[in-house]
């Protein structure tokens, strides 16, 4: 079945590094992939998305690109700041056409602290 | 706009407890979702709806029931509550399936502990 794998946290980072999480899947033919982020004591929120090989999703200073190549979704930010501090989960939904669209499979979450 | 509502916000149940979760919906999506959230885990899917009347299984529905007999309204059902329910639950919301694009709006989550 489908499955997504997100790098181990936490990550702890200081105030305007670089930030890299690394998310892979397994998914037949082409899902389409997401980034979401809860910020502590909320709901999921989505941060960016990306629907078929090679797009970029942006948002606030986040990036990730769609690489079908390696299965990869890899969410990166020039600059971090604290209000950045969340949990941050990779996703996929199937390809439309099958009877489990719309459904997300997560990743277990990865929690990035910043410090000032 | 409220967006996803959820009720209560935090729950103690004894074991063999039975409650239900509340989730209303203001944005006339037509899937629903609950999910569930175990520490260091990210979400698993219990149950779904793709519209009044319609619902299915997830990937772990076992313990749970739920019912949709309106668009706005999606509740959670926990029959003779178990420990291993103790988690963070979450209910969500899109427009439509079809277009899988589309982004699922999460409540911001009840948190229930069975002892």
Same mark, same amino acid.
């Given at each position: ?116 | ?28 999506? *037509? ?6 959230? %175990?520490?260091?885990?990210? +979400?698993? #899917?219990?149950?779904? @709806? ?14 749970? *029931? ?6 706005? %309204?999606?509740?959670?059902? +926990?029959? #003779?509550?178990?420990? @291993? ?29 069975? #002892?």
């Amino acid at each position: 079945g489908d499955s997504v794998t997100q790098m181990e946290g936490p990550v702890t980072l200081s105030e305007e590094a670089f930030l890299t999480i690394n998310c892979t899947y397994t998914a037949t033919g082409y899902p389409s992939l997401f980034w979401y982020v809860q910020y502590p004591g909320e709901g999921l929120q989505l941060l960016l998305k990306a629907t078929k090989a090679d797009d970029k999703g942006s948002n606030k200073g986040f990036e990730a690109t769609y690489r079908k190549e390696t299965t990869s979704f890899h969410l990166e930010k020039g600059s971090v700041q604290v209000s950045d501090s969340a949990v941050y989960f990779c996703a996929l939904s199937p390809n439309a056409g099958g009877t489990s669209y719309g459904k997300l499979t997560f990743g277990q979450g990865t929690i990035l602290t910043v410090h000032p | 706009n409220a967006g996803v509502t959820q009720t209560p916000k935090f729950r103690i149940l004894k074991i063999g407890q039975s409650m239900t979760l509340q989730c209303t919906q203001d944005m006339n999506h *037509n899937y629903m979702y609950w999910y569930r959230q %175990d520490p260091g885990m990210g +979400l698993k #899917l219990i149950y779904y @709806s793709v519209g009044a009347g319609i619902t299915d299984k997830g990937e772990v529905p076992n313990g749970y *029931n739920v019912s949709r007999s309106t668009t706005e %309204d999606f509740p959670l059902r +926990l029959e #003779l509550a178990a420990p @291993s329910q103790t988690s963070v639950y979450f209910c969500a919301s899109s427009r439509t399936g079809p277009a899988r694009t589309d982004t699922q709006y999460f409540g911001p989550g009840t948190r229930l502990t069975v #002892l």
